[in-house]
T-cell receptor, first 109, second 114 residues
Framework: GQNIDQPTEMTATEGAIVQINCTYQ??????LFWYQQHAGEAPTFLSYNVLDGLEEKGRFSSFLSRSKGYSYLLLKELQMKDSASYLCAVRDADYKLSFGAGTTVTVRA | IAGITQAPTSQILAAGRRMTLRCTQDMRHNAMYWYRQDLGLGLRLIHYSNTAGTTGKGEVPDGYSVSRANTDDFPLTLASAVPSQTSVYFCASSDSLGGADTQYFGPGTRLTVL
């Protein structure tokens, strides 16, 4: 199985940068995903990492270190609409996703 | 409109009643999944289906059953609901199992069991 840890809450100011860390212990690794979930809505895909390194997508970047069981999601130039929960998910050798409990990010003016 | 639909949007159910949550996707995705989301616990996999005609158990399958008679539909049944099954249920689908293929989620069903 998987053990996935991420902080419960983070607060940042509009225009700033926030980094959400995720650590995992897995019996088999087949990729790491980040999802965004606004309150009362479904999760939506943000990023995917399977190799070590940084993946950049506009204001969002995601980093993976497989040897350390570590990933982070970097949100730059924060906007009010970025207030949401961010879910770290690890795909195992059987191609099933296990999710962390999520990090609620609040962006303040 | 392409995507995943779920029904009902919300439901209040008496304990002991039988309930089926419906999920339909029109993307012709092979794999489909049912999750429950509870505060502080994140999304947990209940059952999954890698392709039509096959199903498998996830992390929390007890009290739930599924069927996959065709590609598009993946209903979740609670045979005899209990209060601990109060949760938000999300259905998801993906085109394939590996690579960068992500899971797409339906809008969710909020279920309250009294």
């Amino acid at each position: 199985g998987q053990n996935i840890d991420q902080p419960t809450e983070m607060t940042a100011t509009e225009g700033a940068i926030v980094q959400i860390n995720c650590t995992y212990q897995t019996s088999g690794f087949n990729g790491l995903f980040w999802y965004q979930q606004h309150a009362g809505e479904a999760p939506t895909f943000l990023s995917y990492n399977v190799l070590d390194g940084l993946e950049e997508k506009g204001r969002f970047s995601s980093f993976l270190s497989r040897s350390k069981g570590y990933s982070y999601l970097l949100l730059k130039e924060l906007q009010m609409k970025d207030s949401a929960s961010y879910l770290c998910a690890v795909r195992d050798a059987d191609y099933k996703l296990s999710f962390g409990a999520g990090t609620t990010v609040t962006v303040r003016a | 409109i392409a995507g995943i639909t779920q029904a009902p949007t919300s439901q209040i159910l008496a304990a002991g009643r039988r309930m089926t949550l419906r999920c339909t996707q029109d993307m012709r995705h092979n794999a489909m999944y049912w999750y429950r989301q509870d505060l502080g616990l994140g999304l947990r996999l209940i059952h999954y289906s890698n392709t039509a005609g096959t199903t498998g158990k996830g992390e929390v399958p007890d009290g739930y059953s599924v069927s996959r008679a065709n590609t598009d539909d993946f209903p979740l049944t609670l045979a005899s609901a209990v209060p601990s099954q109060t949760s938000v249920y999300f259905c998801a689908s993906s085109d394939s199992l590996g690579g960068a293929d992500t899971q797409y989620f339906g809008p969710g069903t909020r279920l309250t069991v009294l």
